[in-house]
DNA sequence: ACCGCACCCTGAGCGC
DNA sequence: TGCGCTCAGGGTGCGG
């Protein structure tokens, strides 16, 4: 699901329910590949701690916690960080869906998927990280300890430069694509978003990284802070499971020029947007407006 | 260092 | 109805 819009806007609406206050309680469910630090262990540490800030590094939320230890979040392909007190036809299943009379409350009931539950001290919605694939990740960082993972992270996708990217892409043979989606070279670039930039921009996906001018580097480095920005603004995209906290629809699923447009007439030149797979994921491009 | 690929997991949607 | 297949906003780890 989400990239750096959708995560930028969950830490946005987020944020003003967790910062400040303190954590009564957390229930998980069974230990998996989603808990990075196991459930009990995460259950005592995060018992009593007050939550002073909530920070985006890329696709991570990193909450900082009073006695200086961290809580990361990775929300992979599904996940859903959200308030209790959130509506959507995304938390249900289908077969909940189509059983859903017109006027049904939308009111959502922690299920299976559902791996944290987090109480907080007074009065508020709970706070819900549910994940039907299980490809995000929790994990629970002591105070003073770096974590790889962030420390593997590029300049976030909204500070990279088109030096930077000249400089990466040098004696590269990946598509720019590739690159793209690579998080050392920009933190938070996803599917959609590489897509929508390379769009943008006028260069293919699959040209090879070397190939990639200067020119074009700066033309994709600015098209990524448009294309970024600008989904921050509408809340992000909502394809198949993202939602806002609150349980809203992003908006610029409605903006997409190429992603998830296969077959349909570019928007500039009418030519049939192609899909092709490049680096094992999606890419939808035009040929005439990209080279 | 770089590159391509398998794999982690679950559900939706399709053709038959 | 059911089966088998493909597809999905991500990331890691392996071998060549």
Redesign the pocket.
Known sequence: ???LP?VETTRRQIAPLLVGRRIERVETTAA???FLTAPQDLIRALAGRRVDALDRR???LVARLDEGARLLL?????GQLFSSEAASV?L??????ASLAPEEQLEFEPD??THLRITLEGRGPQIYFRD????G?VQWLAPGVAN??LD?LGPDALDVTGEWLFE?SR?????VK??L?D?RIA????????DEALFLAGVRPGR???RVTRRECHKLAESLRQVLQRSIETG???????VAPDGSD?GY?DERKV??RKNEPCLVCGTAIR?R?I????SHYCVACQS
């Open positions: 699901m989400p990239e959708e998996s590949y989603f890329g696709k991570y990775h929300l992979g392909m599904t995304r249900l299943s289908s077969t909940a869906r299976q998927h039907v694939r299980k490809f990740k790889e993972r593997r990466a004696g590269r043979r990946v598509a590739s690159l989606l998080q933190a938070g670039v996803g599917n959609i978003y590489a090879g990284a070397r992000g995209s909502s394809i198949s499971d993202y992003g699923q992603y998830g899909r797979v680096g094992q994921r999606s």
